[in-house]
């Protein structure tokens, strides 16, 4: 079982900046993939920044240029450093992993979820 491991959340400014971890219990390389998703209240779970094991990035638009997804795999841990954070930004922040398995001519994608940490933008 994949354990997944979030830290560093908290209560911020707007303007500020808080740098996300998640550190994982097998070695990330192993994923295919690993990113954040944040879910604020009453709407729905959303992809912020997302890595592959290739090194390939992408950003949901609302973070682009404020967020940074970096990866260290000799840790098992993956990042999130997020800057110039707005009252918007005010959710929960998960680390996912995942990995794509082959069975029987199918692809089936397993995903692995952390608890999440909160994260809170002051006006």
């Known amino acids: 079982q994949v354990q997944l491991a979030e830290s560093g959340g908290g209560l911020v400014q707007a303007g500020g900046s808080l740098r996300l971890s998640c550190a994982a219990s097998?070695?990330?390389?192993?994923?295919?993939?690993m990113g954040w998703y944040r879910q604020a209240p009453g709407k729905q779970r959303e992809l912020v920044a997302a890595?592959?094991?290739?090194?390939?990035?992408n950003y949901a638009d609302s973070v682009k240029g404020r967020c940074t997804i970096s990866r260290d795999n000799a840790k098992n841990t993956v990042y999130l450093q997020m800057n110039s954070l707005k009252p918007e930004d005010t959710a929960v922040y998960y680390c996912?992993?995942?990995?794509?398995?082959?069975?029987?001519?199918?692809?089936?994608?397993?995903?692995?979820w952390g608890q999440g940490t909160q994260v809170t933008v002051s006006s």
């Open positions: 097998r070695s990330i390389s192993s994923f295919n993939g």
């Open positions: 890595t592959t094991s290739g090194g390939t990035t």
């Open positions: 996912n992993a995942h990995g794509f398995y082959y069975t029987e001519g199918s692809t089936v994608r397993v995903d692995y």
